[in-house]
């Protein structure tokens, strides 16, 4: 018997399908332009995994991809344009979208590239400029 927490999710439509195992290695909320463009909205709310824990259950052939740069590599359900994952190549993570994996409990962090905030949010968690240093960034936090 296995305490690993399983959790499943899908596109907009369904047609693509998949688990992801265990906890995340980070939740919260990005700001940056490239994440606002993507999703549509003012916000993306992350969770970053390792790869192995996404287990892609059906679909696999269904999937799209691009990469505006060699950070990212944004994917989505061909049939309905459903976000479904971002691959970090340079930080070895995957970010499922909170929203693609409804039963999960999301419980944000943090807030990244607040300094692109367009949707100022007070509700007491860390602000960060860019990322923290452990990824990359500045390491710098903003006010509330």
């Known amino acids: ?3 690993t ?3 499943q999710g899908s596109c907009f439509c369904g047609a693509v399908t998949f688990t992801v195992e265990g906890e995340p290695v980070g939740m919260g909320y990005c700001h940056c332009e490239s994440c606002r463009s993507w999703s549509a909205g003012p916000v993306n709310a992350f969770t970053l995994w390792q790869p192995g824990a996404l287990h892609i259950t059906s679909g696999t052939d ?3 991809s691009y990469a505006k740069t060699p ?3 944004r994917k989505w359900c061909r ?3 459903g976000h479904l994952f971002t691959d970090h190549p340079g930080m070895g993570l995957t970010d499922i979208y909170a929203a693609s994996i409804p039963t999960f409990p999301y ?3 943090i807030h990244v590239h607040y300094a692109e905030t367009r949707l100022p949010m007070r509700d007491g968690l860390p602000k960060m400029k ?4 452990e990824m990359g960034g500045s390491g710098v936090t903003m006010e509330e």
Do not use: E, F
Not at 130 to 133: I, K, M, Q, S
């Open 5 to 7: 927490s399983t959790y």
């Open 130 to 133: 860019d990322l923290p240093a």
């Open 62 to 64: 269904n999937i799209g």
């Open 79 to 81: 049939t309905c344009g």
């Open 71 to 73: 950070k990212s590599v």
């Open 1 to 3: 018997m296995s305490d």
């Open 107 to 109: 419980k944000p962090g």
